[in-house]
């Protein structure tokens, strides 16, 4: 049969035979699972068959969520965890060893980033960063015990995008591991695996589950490496719960029809903010103004949800527009239906001095929006009264 489409899969992959042939999954909520005698249950430790024996090893629920992204990202296998950073910490600890080394875009997510500078240093694990706009700079940074190549496009919360086929191109030709957090684009937008990426995690807890309930994250690539993932997480017990892990299934049933709306409202607000009084500039991936927007095109299907902007006035006006919104929220999540607007510079980055701020691109007067599903004229309206309050 001709490879099913993305939407098909997302629907209808599925445990099969349930005992009650119910239309959608049911719920296995149950720690363990029993055996048959004595020489099954010898057999299952050994791994002679694939069969549930503990959930935090696998359960029907997580496997169902995590076959169904494996199809998404066209990746061979993978591990689901209860948080995107559950992922990204068992996805490092599992493949590095005392004196390895990584090479990172510096504009990551702020807790990997303090895992990179606070914890992994414990185990002698060390991080050199290149800036989004300096990847010719990427290959000087190598070093003899490099082994991941680590980035995220689009980044967190400038939106900057990063070439994924170069990375992929560095990765292979010095035999790195290259892994890429692929939260902000989700699997529908754009697959890491098809320009080189190893490995593929994903924060659940965002637009995948996308209706702000429940946290979840995964990692799925090439077979051997999410085997080391796998053992060092049943062992370790960071796994996804059932119930999670059967909400977010539910949930990329609908992220196509999600996604595609959030791209569709997120343009629409790009392209009011760039011809606003009262805004210095937009970032969009899929506005042509966009210093990246050519790369955004060759690897993105559409621009996803967030939005980042400056406000003319400084941390000030920054501050004075978010005390003004009233129909968003004022959150520190993103990917949700509701509308989320943060200022950086006040909240989730004051504790960076101006310099390295600059560094990751957050600019004083900088407003990331994730946009939502609310009506577009709505949002709209609330940042137009919000800037010129
Ligand atoms: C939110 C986020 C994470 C962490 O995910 P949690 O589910 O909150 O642990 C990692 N990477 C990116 C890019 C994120 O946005």
Known sequence: MKK??????????????????????????????????AEDMRASFAEE???????????????????????MEGAESGYAFATGMAAVFSTF???????????????????????????LPKWNISTSYFKVSETERIESLIQPNTKILFAETPTNPAVD???????????????????????????????????????????????????????????????????????????????????????????????AVRVDRHCENAMKVAEFLEDHSKVNWVKYPFLKSHPQYEVAKKQMKAGGCVVAFEVKGGVEAGRKFLNAIKLCSLSANLGDTRTIVTHP???????LNEEDRLEVSITDGLVRISVGLENVEDIIADLDQALLS
Do not use: M
């Open 49 to 71: 068959k694939e069969r549930n024996i503990y959930s935090r090893f696998t359960n029907p629920n997580t496997s169902e969520f995590v076959e169904k992204i494996c199809k």
């Open 345 to 351: 510079a006040s909240t989730t980055h004051s504790k």
């Open 93 to 119: 600890a599992a493949l590095l060893n005392s004196g390895d080394h990584i090479v990172s875009a510096r504009s990551v997510f702020g807790s990997t980033h303090t895992l990179f500078t606070k914890f």
């Open 4 to 37: 099913q489409h993305f939407e098909t899969d997302a629907v209808r992959t599925r445990i099969e035979k349930t005992e009650f042939l119910e239309h959608t999954s049911p719920l296995y909520l149950t720690s363990s699972f029993v055996f048959e005698d």
């Open 161 to 255: 995008i990063l070439d994924l086929e170069l990375l992929g191109n560095i990765a292979k030709k010095h035999n790195l591991i290259l892994v890429i957090d692929n939260c902000f684009a989700t699997p529908y937008l754009q697959n890491p695996i098809k320009f080189g990426a190893d490995l593929v995690i994903h924060s659940a807890t965002k637009l995948i589950d996308g209706q702000g309930r429940v946290l979840g994250g995964i990692t799925v690539g090439s077979k051997d490496l999410i085997r080391e993932i796998y053992l060092f997480s049943r062992n370790t017990g960071p796994s996804l719960s059932p119930f999670n892990a059967w909400v977010l299934s539910k949930s990329l049933e609908t992220l």
